[in-house]
């Protein structure tokens, strides 16, 4: 469940069919892992799409992180580490927030130029 606690609402709510073990939230605020007691990491893009469903821990996952780029998640269970590289979708929307931005900067240059004539 997501809240905003000024208008203490609810913002989206997320149904788990098992219970979950950890959590952590990717550093681009919209992507969302959640470890469950059955070994399995769900990875939700954004609140719009299925999640992943992510198997490789033979026991309850403990510890949930990203690198602080979201290339990379790293997950803990009893006597293992496993490092994760995400899919390439974070890549995609990484390139098309710089496009973006870039865009949005010419854009605005443009706009000065203008002013000037």
Not at 23 to 43: Q, R
Not at 63 to 74: A, L, Q, S
Request: glycine letters at 6%; one cysteine or more.
């Amino acid at each position: 469940i997501m809240r905003d606690y000024e208008a203490q609402e609810v913002i989206h709510r997320i149904p788990l069919l098992q219970f979950p073990s950890c959590f952590s939230i990717h550093p681009n605020g919209d992507s969302l892992a959640v470890a469950t007691t059955e070994n399995m990491i769900l990875f939700y893009p954004n609140a719009e799409e299925k999640p992943y469903d992510l198997y490789g821990h033979g026991g309850v996952i403990f510890d949930i992180d990203f690198d602080t780029k979201g290339e990379r998640m790293i997950t803990g269970s009893n006597g293992e580490i496993i490092l994760w590289a995400l899919p390439s979708f974070h890549k995609k929307d990484k390139k098309d927030k710089k496009k973006k931005k870039d865009t949005d900067s010419q854009d605005e240059d443009e706009d000065e130029e203008s002013k000037k004539e």
